[in-house]
């Protein structure tokens, strides 16, 4: 069964650094999104990326996150100078028909 | 803003103990209620979408009901393996994407 695949499980940075967390969605979907959950909270919508550009963009997304679909493939999730308050599990999903099918997620920790 | 609340917050049962979980919810158009299940480390799971008032669908032992202001996640006969967190989220015309609650933690044991 087709799955959306996110690489890597864990990313451990020092505050200040640049990441980008990759994802693979599924490959006939259309829609992509992040999505975040910080330990003990809700799953909370950061972006969502439909026909290359960026259809929707929460409060969260600020200036220090970029998306990109560099290739047919790949989907990324960029944050430019980490904070501590960065440190979530982040999902990436992708939907088709209305139905989102999320990834196993990264465990972003910022020191 | 699109507001979605579930409860109870956390739920015990004894296996073969039937109960449900509520999601309650205040949208402008609403496209769409979704269930997920989230097991610890993971992310969500796919279960059911509903789309109309008076929709059902069934899983197993999972049953997914739908009226204008709240969904039920029916769990019949539950294993130990049903354990995980059940999350209700909701899609609405005003965009493309969903709102979550904040999720049932349910602990079934033997």
């Known amino acids: 069964e087709p799955e959306v695949t996110q690489t890597p499980s864990h990313q451990v940075t020092q505050m200040g650094q640049e990441v980008i967390l990759r994802c693979v969605p599924i490959?006939?979907?259309?829609?992509f999104y992040w999505y975040r959950q910080i330990l003990g909270q809700k799953v909370e919508f950061l972006v969502s990326?439909?026909?290359?550009?960026?259809?929707?963009k929460s409060e969260i997304f600020d200036d220090q996150f970029s998306v990109e679909r560099p290739d047919g493939s790949n989907f990324t999730l960029k944050i430019r100078s980490t904070k501590l308050e960065d440190s979530a599990m982040y999902f990436c999903?992708?939907?088709?028909?209305?139905?989102?099918?999320f990834g196993s997620g990264t465990q972003l920790s910022v020191l | 803003e699109d507001q979605v609340t579930q409860s109870p917050e956390a739920l015990r049962l004894q296996e073969g103990e039937s109960s449900s979980l509520n999601c309650s919810y205040t949208?402008?158009?609403?496209?769409?209620l979704f269930w997920y299940r989230q097991d610890p480390g993971k992310g969500p799971e796919f279960l059911f979408t509903?789309?109309?008032a008076g929709e059902e669908k069934e899983k197993e032992r999972l049953k997914a009901t739908l009226t204008k202001k709240e969904s039920f996640l029916h769990i019949t006969a539950p294993k130990p393996e049903d354990s995980a967190t059940y999350l209700c989220?909701?899609?609405?015309?005003?965009?493309?994407?969903?709102?979550f609650g904040t999720g049932t933690q349910l602990k079934v044991e033997l």
């Open positions: 999903a992708s939907m088709l028909e209305e139905k989102l099918f």
């Open positions: 490959s006939n979907h259309l829609y």
């Open positions: 990326f439909y026909n290359n550009e960026i259809s929707e």
């Open positions: 949208v402008s158009g609403l496209r769409g």
């Open positions: 509903l789309y109309s």
């Open positions: 989220a909701v899609f609405t015309g005003g965009g493309n994407k969903l709102t």
